[in-house]
C-alpha cells in the first residue's frame, strides 16, 4: 500500500500526473466507504514532514491529493 512515506520518497522524482497515478491507485484499493477517509489520512500524515526541504514536495502531495479526492465525490 502507498503511504505518505512512499508519496514522499517518489516526489522528487515523478511528475504531478505520476503522483496522482499512484494516489488513485492505493485509494482504489480501499473499501469504497473509506476512500475520501484515507484520503485525509494520507494528507494529515504529510504533516510529519516538516522543513523547508520537504515542503515542496508535500505542497506538491496535498495538491495531488485534493485533486483525487474532488474526483471522487462522496466514496
Known sequence: MTSA???MKAAPATTDDELEAMVRAAMLLQPVGS???WLRET???LDGYGGERNKASSD??????RNVAEG???G
Open 72 to 74: 471522487l465525490g462522496g
Open 43 to 45: 494528507e494529515a500524515a
Open 35 to 37: 476512500r475520501q477517509l
Open 60 to 65: 506538491r502531495i496535498r495538491r495531488v491529493i
Open 5 to 7: 512515506h512512499d508519496l
